[in-house]
Every structure is written in C-alpha cells, then in structure tokens.
C-alpha cells in the first residue's frame, strides 16, 4: 500500500528536518521547496520568478498588471494551479514526504494519507533558528518568524478556503517544541507504519 505524507508547520517548528527524517526511515521520497523547480518547468516561468512568487497571494489585481500573465491571471495563481497539479501527481506515486505547499488540502481526497501540523511556542522556535543561521539576531529571527508565519496563514487561506494551523484540517497536530524533534519523528514514523 502506497502512503502519502503530508507536513504543513510554523517557521522553524522543524518541519524539513522532521520530514527528512521520516522519508529516510520508510524509504519514502522526500519533497519541499524544491517542488518550484518543477512549478517553474511546469509553468513556463523561469525559476527565479517562480521563487519570487512562492507562497504570495495575489494583491491588488487591478493595479499590479505586471504580476499578470497573457491570460490574465496573476503569476501566484498560475504557480500554484501548476504546484497543484506536480504534487498530485507525486501524491499518485506515493510513498511520498511532502512539507509545505498545501499538500494536506490539495490532496485531502487522497486514500493512505497522514496530515500533520507542526508547531511550537514562538521562542522555542527563535531558539531553534540561531542554532541553525549563524549571523542572526534574535529581534531579526523574530521578526522573520512572525512575516513568514503570517505569509502562510494568508497564503493557505487564499487557495485552500482553510486556515492554517487550524486541528481540524490535519490528522495529527504536534507541539515540537515540548515533544522535541526525535519524539516527533518517533510519533510519526509509528502512526506512518499503522
């Protein structure tokens, strides 16, 4: 049986590191941001625009005629019609890993699923960030965390008529910064193996 697991989460709540961690314990492939190259190739946009557009939600649609392409459409809303449709059909492969990218709502139709929330109070996840970017101010890593956050949120409702974070719209939510990185792995590696 071939199983789908998705992993939305909060700035640096540890969502990569987990996800990596579960696809390399069940032989599952692994998939994040580098979806966009594959968008990009999909969309016919170059990269560089792809990642400039990721995650943006479409804004003042009729003022910013330069975000439109030659249908009209905003360039956010073309990205993710393609990022749709590239992670179906990574959900229909299975055996799969996906962080980010409203995979749980793009593929909550999909059978031998696990949609999990990562989150964790803001200070543990401030902590978490300095181990990892040398150079960085608390106050800076806060605010990073705080627009990164809000970004999600805003993004996630706009495409999936969902709100981010929200227990109801995941299998399973956990706290990584009570339960720790290996706890979690642990957790859903567990629930992945039922």
């Known amino acids: 049986m071939k199983k789908i697991i998705t992993i939305s989460r909060e700035y640096g709540a540890g969502g990569g590191e987990i996800g990596k961690k579960l696809a390399e314990e069940l032989g599952f492939e692994?998939?994040?941001?580098s979806i966009i190259l594959n968008v990009a190739k999909e969309a016919n946009i170059d990269v560089e625009h792809a990642d400039?557009?990721?995650?943006m939600v479409p804004a003042n649609f009729g003022f910013a005629q330069s975000l439109f392409d030659f249908y009209n459409r905003p360039l956010s809303e073309k990205l993710f019609d393609a990022q749709?449709?590239?992670i179906k059909r990574i959900g229909e492969a299975g055996n799969c890993v996906i962080v980010g990218r409203n995979a749980n709502s793009i593929?909550?139709?999909y059978d031998h699923?696990?949609?999990v929330f990562l989150h964790a109070n803001r200070k543990w996840r401030i902590r978490r960030m300095q181990e990892q970017v040398e150079g960085t101010t608390p106050e800076?890593?806060?605010?990073?965390?705080?627009?990164?956050?809000?970004?999600?949120?805003?993004?996630?409702?706009?495409y999936t008529n969902t709100e981010f974070g929200?227990?109801?719209y995941y299998d399973v939510c956990l706290d990584t910064g009570r339960l720790g990185i290996e706890q979690c792995v642990k957790i859903l590696l567990e629930m992945a193996r039922e």
């Open 30 to 33: 692994y998939y994040d941001k």
């Open 52 to 55: 400039k557009w990721d995650e």
């Open 84 to 86: 749709s449709k590239v």
């Open 107 to 109: 593929l909550k139709e």
């Open 113 to 115: 699923t696990l949609h």
């Open 140 to 158: 800076k890593l806060a605010e990073q965390v705080e627009n990164i956050d809000k970004k999600r949120k805003k993004y996630c409702s706009y």
């Open 166 to 168: 929200s227990a109801e």
